[in-house]
């Protein structure tokens, strides 16, 4: 078991160190399926204080990484859950979710959304760089060479009563 544990993580890794390649040239052009593999993997490696029912995954805003999400959740368990996706439009509906992706559409939302959960356990993730800094526990961010990355604010998932490994955590790019 514990192989298998390090040959997830080496493939994680892998991924977030740079074998995602997101052109950046349009909406349309950018790799939603990574956006959704990440986010498998933080369901995975990121460690909630307790479970009861479905993990739920609630999406704010249109983006192509819903359908992502959904096909994932057909067919993938979080923690031996059912992962159910909804799409959710307020603080109080994000209050019953483990994970909340924030679409770029509606990143306005992100410090409403950390006032609001503070202290629960719930991981805020956002679409586009710079919400880690405004709130959101992680964000996603495309470098220059056109690598998907992440940004990480510990204080954040601190604060929500969460814990990610100092190997995930390690290959975020930390926030202040």
């Avoid at 991924?15 to 593999?37: E, F, I, R, T, W």
């Avoid at 679409?103 to 719930?122: A, Q």
Wanted: hydrophobic share 45%.
């Amino acid at each position: 078991m514990r192989t298998i544990h390090k040959y997830l993580l080496a493939v994680f890794a892998a991924l977030a160190l740079g074998a995602v390649s997101v052109p950046k040239a349009c909406a349309q052009d950018v790799d939603y399926k990574a956006y959704s593999l990440f986010v498998y993997n933080f369901v995975k490696y990121i460690e909630w204080p307790d479970i009861q029912g479905d993990f739920v995954l609630g999406v704010v805003g249109d983006s192509p990484v819903v359908k992502e999400l959904e096909n994932m959740a057909k067919t993938k368990k979080a923690k031996g859950h059912n992962i159910v996706i909804r799409k959710i439009s307020t603080p109080e509906e994000a209050a019953a979710c483990q994970l909340v992706y924030v679409c770029s559409s509606k990143s306005s939302m992100v410090k409403t959304l950390n006032e609001k959960l503070k202290g629960r356990s719930v991981l805020v993730v956002g679409e586009r760089e710079g919400l880690a800094k405004k709130g959101a526990a992680l964000s996603f961010i495309t470098l220059d060479d056109d690598v998907l990355k992440f940004e990480i604010n510990k204080n954040v998932i601190e604060q929500n009563k969460l814990k990610i490994p100092a190997v995930l955590s390690n290959l975020g790019l930390p926030v202040l």
